[in-house]
């Protein structure tokens, strides 16, 4: 049965991955790629946390600092005072503030308004890479080298230590299952964990073939799913039982730069961000298949992390200094084109675009060709007046707009 704490977890949840209209100004015609150069004190950005308020926030990691950006792509950060490693991962907590790993003894806790706490953890042990997510219990999970451990809002830090054996984890990832246990990743041992909130009950489940896993994601089949970081790539999945199948994906991946970073996207499904190769990947649980989208990159920029963001796009920054926006249903018109051959002919065409439920037409030359609305709001009826060529321009409330070519002959 769900306590109030998970039920607590789930709203915040939920409202993380709510969509809002589509905020981000796209190109038009269907492009799919927005690109912010934000203006940092770096430009090698890692771990990303996106806001119902409608900002997201990214880590500026040789700065250090902590860096937002809003839907227009204006920017600010302030300084993470007291990092003493290398600030790489972070994940937002049910008190809405922003919990960091630097890869040091300290677990780092920011406020949106540049207020930072630096807390040791007691044993003295290393943070990994990325590990840190909001547990089903309210608390924030994180894994270290030699320990899974937790932080409260009261920032108590508890850690427990992995079974014999087990240890060295530079690479683990962290997420709440839907079992209502928190799950992770030992790079070190190849093996997947879970841990029961209330007991602190750790057991591992070792996974066949050799993985090196690091970032988990619980995806829309209610299973965790894993990215391996071995030169032959592979995806896993482990069910709330522990059984564990893992599938080839392709590509060229052969390092921890690989999916360093993955998210649940607002489709329910798993998002990488692949360095190694330059791409942003999604992973259809229901085929185990694996889709690839070429971000527009700087020389020398590479993908590091995503995350959904509150427009329900997702958000890719990099090492390089620029973040991208991949639009996963923009602004689109079917058809493009159209042709007359006669005055008084007319033609239907149909709008879709994530997140918006009505649009505006205009013509460019009403004497040439007319604009109304369809039979739904997503439908425009086009009726051709004279010979020429003109077009119709149809637009959101965000500032989204495409054409469409008309031709009377």
Not at 59 to 87: M, S, Y
Not at 297 to 309: I, K, N, Y
Request: proline letters at 7%.
């Amino acid at each position: 049965m769900a306590t109030s704490a998970s039920s607590g977890f789930q709203n915040f949840a939920n409202a993380q991955q709510q969509a809002f209209a589509p905020d981000v100004v796209q190109k038009g015609g269907g492009a799919r790629w927005v690109q912010f150069k934000p203006h940092t004190i770096g430009a090698l950005y890692s771990a990303m946390v996106a806001r119902p308020s409608g900002d997201v926030w990214f880590i500026d990691e040789n700065a250090p600092a902590l860096a937002h950006i809003d839907q227009a792509g204006a920017t600010g950060e302030f300084t993470l005072k007291g990092a003493t490693g290398n600030v790489v991962s972070m994940t937002a907590g049910a008190d809405g503030k922003f919990y960091i790993g630097d890869e040091s003894a300290n677990v780092l806790v920011a406020t949106a308004a540049g207020k930072v706490d630096v807390v040791p953890i007691p044993s003295g042990d290393t943070t990994s890479i990325d590990g840190l997510a909001l547990g089903p219990d309210g608390n924030v999970w994180f894994t270290e080298f030699n320990h899974i451990a937790k932080i409260t809002p009261s920032q108590k830090v508890t850690e427990y230590p992995y079974p014999s054996g087990d240890g060295t984890n530079q690479y683990g990832g962290v997420t709440a299952g839907s079992d209502g246990n928190v799950w992770f990743a030992d790079s070190s041992a190849n093996a997947i964990g879970r841990i029961v909130p209330s007991t602190g009950n750790i057991t591992m489940f070792p996974i066949t073939p050799f993985c090196i896993p690091s970032p988990v994601v619980l995806a829309k089949d209610n299973n965790v799913w894993f990215a391996c970081l071995t030169s032959a790539p592979l995806f896993g999945r482990i069910d709330p039982q522990g059984n564990i199948s893992t599938y080839p994906i392709g590509g060229t991946f052969n390092s921890n730069e690989t999916e360093q970073f993955c998210t649940r996207g607002p489709d329910g499904e798993p998002w990488c961000a692949s360095g190694n190769d330059g791409t942003l990947f999604r992973v259809d649980t229901a085929t185990q298949t694996v889709t690839t989208y070429a971000p527009p990159l700087p020389a020398g920029a590479r993908p590091d992390a995503v995350v959904a963001g509150p427009d329900g796009n997702l958000w890719v920054d990099t090492v390089g200094g620029v973040i991208d926006v991949f639009a996963v249903d923009p602004l689109k018109v079917t058809p493009a084109k159209i042709a007359f051959t006669a005055a008084g002919q007319s033609a239907t065409v149909s709008v879709s675009e994530k997140g918006a439920t009505s649009w505006t037409a205009t013509s460019s030359n009403a004497s040439l060709a007319t604009v109304t609305q369809g039979a739904s709001k997503s439908s425009f009826v086009i009726t051709a007046v004279a010979a020429g060529t003109c077009k119709i321009t149809i637009s959101d409330g965000a500032g989204n707009s495409t054409n469409v070519s008309i031709t009377i002959s």
